[in-house]
Structure formats: C-alpha cells, structure tokens
C-alpha cells in the first residue's frame, strides 16, 4: 500500500497543478465532483491497483481494471448529462430525438465506440521493444503535451506527468524514486556471470527480432514466451504488463506502438461506411423544403390555407389526433391517412362550392414528427424522432450509420410486419439513384441485415476497396462496382486470390479483357488486385536535356536523329550541337550501349552518316557547354560498369588536359580520337595542336596488366586522317597538351610618382626596369629611396611565418603562466607574483597586437641604384604576375616610434642625429632598450646598433623618411625566445603597411 499513496500523492499534486489555471472556469464543475476530461484520461492510464487505491482514498469503491471512472472517461468531453440521455436513448427506446445525436468523435469510431485519446495497441500494430539492464526514462509523450498544451503547465506540472508516468511503469517510485528502484531491482554488477550472461543472451533473442507485430487479437508472440495479451492498453500500461514476467525480473523493460500505416490489400476498407462518418448540420424538422404529392397527411401536420374573394384571410389548421382538422365555416374534415395532393383538391373545391363568392389555396405548413426504430446491425440501435419527410437515409443518419459487419445492400424498410422495400445504398452511392429511398411513416422498422458476400479490389482502378455483392457475379462487375480501371492499369496482368474448397489459398491469372472479366466468376472473399503497367516506353524517343521542349516523341521506322530536333532553334542557348548522345537498349537482353552523334553535321547533311537512324526507347540527350556533364553521364557508365565482365571490360574512355569538359565517356563501337575530343567538347585555346599522347591499358594472357603509350598527332587525328585518327580501346586514355609557356596573361601595378600609372602586362622574364620605362619613368616629385615593392608570394609566405609565431608565442606564454603558478605554489604564494602577472599583461598584449598583423610581402630594393643601371643589371627585378611598385613624393620627415615618451614625426635635418629626433620625442621610457635602438630606412632596409666602440661611429646616419624604432626591453620580464623578435616584427609589419596604405 505504500506506492499507492505515494501514487495517489503523485496524482493528486498532478491534478492541482494542472487544474489550477481554470479553477474558475471549471468551479461547477468541482462542486459537483466530476472530474475534468484530462484528470480522467490520465486515471486511465494508471494500473487497475493504482485506481482502485486512488478511489478508496476518494472514498469511492474500487471497480477493478477501467470500470467506474473509465466508464466515464469515454464520455467526459459530453458531460454527465449528455451521458445519461444517451443511456435512456439506447435502453428504454429512447427519446433521443434531434438532441441525442452522436457526436463527430462518435461517429468516427469503429463499431460505434469512441476512440480513446489516448492511443492504444491494437490488433495487428507494430511495437519496438526496448530491454536493457538500465534504460532512459521516457519522455513526457506527446499526446500528453498536446492534452495540457492549452493548460500552460508548470514545471512542477511536468514533473508530475513525469512522475506519474514513471510511477505507472515502476511500481514503487515516488518521492524517493531512486530509492525506491534501487531497492527493488539489482544492479548489473550484483548479478552473477553466469545470470548476466543468460539475461544478454535473452536481450539480444529478444533485440534481434524487432520491431514485433501484435496479432489480430492482440497478442504479442516473444521468443520463447507464451503469448502475452496487450489489446486495448496503452504503451504504459503494456509496458507494465511485460514487466511482471518473471524473465524479466532483472532487467528494464519499455514496449513503444509505431503508427505504421497499413498498404495494398490490408488497407483496403468496406465502400460506402464512410458515408456516415459526418453527420448533416441538424435534424430540426424540415420546413423550408416543397411537399410531394404522395405526402401522407397524418396526426400533428399543419394545412396553411388561404381565403381571397369576398374574404381575405389565411388560416393554420392542424390535424388532430383524431385525424380531422375543425375548418370555421365548413366543420370537422378527415384527412389522416390521405396524400396531400388529394387532401388539397378536395378542400379548395369544398371551399369553392359552400362559401360564396370565395375561393381557397391550400399548402403544407409544418409537418409532423414521426418515430421509428433503426434495429439490426446499426452503430446505435434504437427509437429514433425525425421529421415526417424523412427517409430511410435520414434514420439512418440519426443512428450513427451501419456497423462494418452490417450490410448496405440489403436495408430493408418493414411496416406492420410486411417489407415494403429493399434499399441499396450502393444506387445512391454509386449512381446517384434515391428511388428507393422511401419515405417514412409512423412506427415503420429499419433493419439492417449481417453483411453478404465481400470481394475485395486492390491497384490500379478509382475506387480500391471491399465490395459487398448482390447481383454481381463476374470480375467485369465488380471493376464497374471499383469505378472501372485507371489508364495505367495492365489488363493482361491481373491475378484473383482465392480460398477454395480445400481451405488453401490461390492465385489466379485474370484476363480484364471485355470477354475474359465477363467469364470469370466470383467468390466470397476474393482479391483482386489490378497491376499498373510497367514505366518503361514501348515505342517512342525520349529527348532530355538542354532542349526548350524535353519529352517522349512518337516513333515510327526509319527516323532518325533530325526527324526529332529539327533546327537549333529548338536547343537552349549555349547547347552543345556537336556532341549529343544516345542511349539504346539492345535485344533481347537490354544490355546498354551508347552512340553520340554530331548534330550540326546532321542538320546540315541529314542524308550523312552523323544523322544516326534511331530505334524504340532511345533516349537522346543533348549537353550545356557552361554547366557539367557528370550528372548525366555518369549513371550511364555505371550501368555500363556493371554490364561488364573479363570478356567485356567496361566501355569507358577518358580524355584531360587543354579540353573544354575533361572526364570519361561511354565508348562507342568503333570510336575514334576524334571522337573523343567531340565529346570533350573540343580543343581549349590552350591546348597543343601538334602531338597528343595515348595510355591504352591491356590485360595479356588473363595474368597481368600492362600499359602502352601512344604519341598522336592530334592534328592529323582531328582531320580524320587515319595515321592519328585511331580507334580507341576501353580504358584509353587520351591527354591533351598545353602550349609551351601558355599561361594567364600577368601583370604588373605601378603607382604614385610615375609618369603613367596603372596596371602593365608583362612577358615573361621582364624586369621592373623595363616597365619602369614603358611608364615614362618617374616624376620630377618622385621619391625612389622610399619606394615600396610587394610581391604577392612573399606576402603569403610572411603571413604563414607570423601565425606561426603568434601560435608558438602564445604556447610559451602558457608555459610561463604554469611556471609562475607552481613557483607560487612552493613559495607559499609568496614573491614573484607582480613581475609574473606583468609579464602575462605584455605578452598577452603582444600577441594581440601580432595576431592583428597583416603581412604586405615587401621586398627590400635599391630603385635610385636600379634606375642609373641599365634594364636587367643584378640590380634590376624581374618581375610576376600580381608585383606592385609603390613610389611616394619627396618626404622630408623622420618619424619616431616605440619606447618614446611621443611617438611622432619631425621634420629632416642634416644636423640632427637618431638621439637627437629620440629627445625631440619626450626620450625613451622606462621600458625602452636604449642598447637595441634601430632604423628603417624609407626603402625598408634596417641598420641596428647595439652599443659602440672607440672606433666606430655612434649611430647610424638618418636620412628623409627613416624611422627610428626605440624598441621594448625584454629583459626586465621573464624570458621568452621569441619575445625580442615579436617586437620587431611588429613594427617593421607597422611600416611596412603604413608606406602602402599612404598611396
């Protein structure tokens, strides 16, 4: 009893958590004590001892299984109410009427239940079954989700779903769930080796055959278990239901239903039950709708008559139940039992003769109720009211409709006893006929006999379903019953399943034919399933491709290439006209072989041999040069791969080098070079027109493979000369040459200070020099000492090298971090920390600022020195594509960067030394490495100087557009080996872009 409280605990928390948000909406419904919809479904999702418990702590009585509230969680979107009417509608001949009406969800479900919201195995579904020695818990499921989605639940309120879920699968889980589990069930690790060894033995019998379908009845077959019976639960419920088995003992088990839907012959479902499914708008009586003739007035319909003459007035007179109606100057008059159309002539000539001077018109006002009784196989038998122009159709409707198992051929329509008619709603269905469609009268009997005979119709006709027969007796019957076959359906290829006398089961062959579907009788239970014609074409030509009008063209004998595109108007632009292929199935064993065709040639000389004859299914393709051929082609070579042998390699060619489209191609019967390069689309502008060469693959003896090279002049070979034209071989492949010192034209960009800047071809080998002087040379304002040349390679390459160094940087500031901890760490944290701390700032600082640096490629030249000298001294460049030549105007500043106290620039004199332009900068900070000081001169060279001798100059001489670099004292930090050179980088990257970037 102890999980049961704890269950109803769960159940009771889930229940305020999720009624809470409608406490107001919901509060009549609390005072009387009925439950909500959702409470109800989930009391129907626990185990039957679960609900017993929980009732008992209500203080009602236990029902077992999913009696009590599960009798009214079926109804609970109707209410109570609703409930009970519908109880005395079914058993005490009820006064159901218009208000007893089944609702959609009713109507809907099979055999006149309500469908349950929440889903539940069936016979013959398909489930997975989950087993482990530990599984997940389930996910809160969805149809759950979809029931509280309007509801806005909390998470405790998720956690309740959760909890109870888990509690319904596991008794015992609760508060202390793990706990609980714990307890109950082993760990894995408890076991034996020998128990765990046979509980994965039995797991891995049990994984191996998933996923398991259910029987009709609803059992589930495991290996090596007897049947265990799941129809009717839901995926907890059975889950729980697996769990009690005794194999199970040790392990988790969690059985989840796959809504696989049914296909072919188990899809099929009885015609025409559907028609019930949606019932009319109402069953209020009908009144706005003419009377016929052959109306039989009777107790409670109402005559609308209207006198005009010396009086004027309109009287409403009802029939009694006496069957007269009391007309004011004219007296009682009977008319029950008489047609309207009789009952009208005789009253307006009554009207006529005994009042003077006034004349009538009679029509029908509103018409009486009648009840009658719908019994036999109906979804809801019982007494029903509808209008007095009802038919049988209308009782119908108002029972639900007829029951799978009821028939629609044979509704019988009993008065007194006797028949009166025999309705087929297959007439109404199928052709629209109402004839029989009687109208009711008071007491009259619908009876809705057992269905008769079935034949099922499956494939290609309209209306694939179960058909009930009456009067037919033939295939050709029932295909007119199936709405006729589709115009894919193969009337050569039908076949008949039949159980015969013997109890077996066979096929039979059926000729649909007018005089074969007439001959073949029928049976009950029969099948017969109509083929769909195979999707290959017969006789035709299909064209595809870059086309304006792709598809099938009819064929007849002797056409051929021309006869299907007959101009290049009707090709897309940029089609390939030259090489259009064909693919062409042989007899009598479809084996695939291909064939192009030059359509240019073919248009222009049809009577030649390029305008191929072609045969039934070809299939003629034809290729756009901007877009690749790989899509189509290659599905072709495979077919052909797979078609081949040791006897017949496989037909394929390949053609590289200087060609428009490069790759394989089919091989043809007795293609040649020239062949292959049309295929490749022909020659580049690079290709070399003179020797081509040929690597043909053979296989001697069975036993090895060897390879032969073949020189071709291509030349010869593109004019069909035969010396060059040779017929190629599978597996050849031809490679196209280039043109000796065929490249991408290059260039080459001078900018600033030339005569004529811009953007310069060059040939190979030539030298900034030489287009120096095709730009008219320099201006008078140039400055060539501070020139800048970048070279695209160099620029990759100085990129390379400073990512390198950022990531080698970064490595040693990581080393140097861990260092500074574990010296702390000995120390007792005491010394060194400010300095290392320090030291991580400056070079986290430094990295930052390498990482931001963008390599320019320069390369140091000498322009003044290459400009006296003549074109291609060893001064000179020579140039490649994508060089740049930078020449800026005449600078007359020095500039100061790094340790100072002011980076800056100052104005050239010859008088000041590097201290000098380092003083007039505020000096050298405290950081500064006064012992490494440099310059870059302006055409990027350096000049470095580390201290000085008695005999040698001081500093270096300072020139316009130089800069002194006053660089960052490592030293004073702890060491890293590249901490120096990342300082210079940095600033030599700085002026590097800082003189192209000032262009």
Known sequence: MDWMQRSFAVLIALFMGAGLPFAVTQQAQAQQGVPSADQIEMFRNLTPEQQDAILKQLGGSGTGGLGGLSGLGSQSSLGQGQTDRQRQGQGQQGQQGQQGQPSEQDRTAPEGEQQ????????????????????????????????????????QSLQALQAAGTSATQPGAGSTQAGAMAGAQPSEQSLSEEERNRLQRLMDMIRIRNPYQVSRDGILDLPGFPGIPLLGLTEDQATLRLKIEPAFKNLEVR??????????????????????????????????????????????????????????????LLVGRDGRINFPELGPINVAGQLFNNVRSTLEGRITRQMIGVRGSVSMGDTRSIRVFVLGEAKRPGSYTISGLGTITSALWSSGGVKPIGSL?????????????????????????????????QGDVIFIPPVGATVAVDGEVRRPAVYEVKGESTVADVIQLAGGLTPQADTADAMLTRIDSTQRRLVIPVDLSMAGSKAQGLQNGDLIRVTRLKPTLDSGIVLQGHVFTPGAFAFHPGMHLADVIHSIDELRPNADIHYVLIRRELPPDRRVAVMSADLAAALITPASKANIELQPRDRVVVFDLSAGRDRVIEPV??????????????????????????GEYPLESGMTVNDLVRAGGGLSDAAYGGRAELTRYKVENGETRKTELIDIDIAAALRGDSKGNIVLEPFDNLSIKEVPEWQVQEG??????????????????ETLRSVIARAGGLTS???????????????????EQLDMLAERTQHDLIMLALGGVAAGAATGG?????????????????????RGSKAVGRLVIDLPRMMKEPPGSADDVILRGGDALYVPKFQQQVTVIGEVQ?????????????????????????????????VVHANGSVVSHEGSRWFERSEPGIKPGDTVVVPLDTEQLPPLPFWQAVTGIIYNVAIAAAAVHSF
């Open 255 to 316: 059985i989840t239903r796959l809504p696989i839907k049914k296909t072919g012959p188990d899809a099929l479902q009885p015609f025409g039950y559907d028609l019930f499914d949606r019932s009319p708008s109402t069953f209020a009586p009908v009144t706005n709708v003419p009377v016929p003739s052959d109306y039989v007035i009777g107790a409670g319909d109402e005559l609308d008559v209207q006198l005009y003459g010396t009086q004027n007035r309109t009287l409403r």
């Open 748 to 765: 080459v960009q001078l900018n600033g200070e030339v005569r004529f800047p811009g953007h310069y071809s060059i040939k190979r080998g």
């Open 830 to 850: 005491g010394g060194g920390g400010g300095g290392g701390a320090a030291a991580l700032t400056v070079g986290q600082s430094l990295i930052g600022q390498l």
């Open 116 to 155: 349950p919201r929440i889903p539940v195995i069936k016979g013959e579904d398909w489930v997975v079954l989950e087993i482990d020695f530990h599984l997940a818990p389930r996910p809160v499921p969805l149809y759950l989700q979809s029931l509280y989605g309007s509801q806005a639940l909390s998470q």
């Open 409 to 441: 051929r044979k509704i019988q329509l009993k008065r007194q006893g006797n028949l009166i008619r025999e309705l087929d709603l297959y007439d109404l269905l199928i052709r629209g006929d109402t004839t029989d469609d009687t109208k009711l009268l």
């Open 781 to 799: 304002f140039a400055f060539p000492e501070g020139s800048v040349f970048t070279r695209e390679e160099l620029r990759r390459r100085e990129q």
């Open 637 to 662: 070579l495979e077919e052909l791969r797979l078609q081949s042998n040791s006897q017949q390699p496989t037909e394929v060619v390949r053609i590289d080098g200087r060609v428009k489209v490069p």
């Open 902 to 934: 002011n980076s800056t620039s100052h104005l050239y004199s010859p008088q000041f030394s590097r201290d000098n332009y380092i003083q007039m900068s505020g000096g050298t900070t405290r950081r500064a490495d006064r012992g490494r000081i440099y």
